[in-house]
């Protein structure tokens, strides 16, 4: 077992199961590893990424849902959307309430970026079942998640936070408690909304400027000295220009999160033409089969001569 990281070496280890180790799953159970907690089972519908990360930490690899919470007190999920995540909660069959014994007194924390009422119902059925779930809602992204230094957006039972705030603060430099199931997973919907149209609107103003000729790189100088300054401009504005689209954050993501914002937009009666219009770019990049790129990759629809 790796060296447990500083500050937090004197915290009581904690028997620890994975659902979904992609990148950010994967990421997040080396962290809490090198932070001395015991990685005991690790689940994945991708075999091979769950039998690497196994033998890497030591933790057994999981065939079955029912499977990954028998020696766990917590179990962490990252799943890729509301209907992987309510399958993993199914009332029936293979899930995680189908563990031997039960699940009573276990707490499940969901990552996942959600529809906020997929929170709930999760929330729901793992109450029923005698087990307790928290929302981390995570920003940033890989590099983050392996540094331990993730923004994370927490919901639910206020003593369920205040017991996994150690923890959690094991895999994050700021978190925050922002209420009931649901309410992280809204501001998480509101976070990726803005991001997504500061992405969409930084490649048409890029792509722009290429078309009438424009250095690319006085450009994004003078850009960084406006108004037209922003986080995803520092991100993503170099690789729109070369087209180094590496993934850190899929365009696939993208249009997924910017769906479940318009949606709560259009349950709350408002129109948000921006959020719309930004949807339908994601959408039209992963209909071209390029929702692997990065987020950046939402560029090569406005640059002439590119994909679109």
């Known amino acids: 077992m790796p060296t447990p990281t500083a500050p937090f070496a004197s915290l009581p280890a904690r028997a620890i199961a994975f659902v979904g180790v992609g990148r950010m799953g994967a990421n997040l159970a080396r962290r809490l590893a090198e932070c001395g907690h015991r990685i005991v089972a690790v689940y994945d ?10 033998s890497e930490l030591g933790a057994r690899v999981a065939t079955r849902l029912a499977d990954v919470a ?13 209907a992987a995540q309510l399958a993993i909660y199914a009332e029936s069959g293979d899930s995680l309430l189908a563990t031997p014994g039960g699940v009573s007194g276990k707490i499940f924390v969901n990552c996942a970026t959600l529809a906020p009422r997929t929170h709930i119902e999760c929330a729901r059925r793992a109450a029923a079942a005698g087990a307790a779930t928290l929302e981390a809602c995570m ?42 199931a649901g309410r992280a997973a809204e501001v998480k919907a509101l ?40 986080r995803v401009l520092e991100t993503d504005g170099e690789d729109m220009q070369n087209r180094a689209h590496d993934c850190f954050f899929s365009a696939d993501h993208a249009a997924k999160d910017s769906t479940i914002a318009w949606r709560l937009g259009c349950e709350a009666g408002l129109d948000l033409p921006l959020a719309a219009t930004t949807r339908l770019q994601f959408e039209k990049l992963s209909a071209l089969g390029l929702g692997h790129l990065d987020k950046s990759g939402v560029a090569e629809l406005t640059f002439k001569g590119r994909h679109a």
């Open 191 to 230: 976070v990726n909304m803005v991001m997504n149209i500061h992405t969409a609107a930084l490649a048409e103003g890029l792509g722009l400027a290429h078309a009438l000729g424009h250095d690319l790189d006085v450009l994004r100088e003078v850009f960084a000295r406006t108004g037209a300054a922003s």
């Open 45 to 54: 519908t991708h075999t091979p990424s769950a039998t690497a990360l196994g």
């Open 139 to 180: 920003a940033s992204s890989i590099p983050q998640a392996r540094a331990g230094t993730l923004f994370l957006m927490c919901a639910g039972p206020a003593e369920v936070f205040a017991a996994l705030e150690p923890l959690l603060r094991q895999i994050s430099t700021d978190l925050r408690h922002l209420g009931p």
């Open 70 to 82: 028998t020696e766990a007190e917590i179990v962490v999920t990252v799943v890729t959307d509301d």
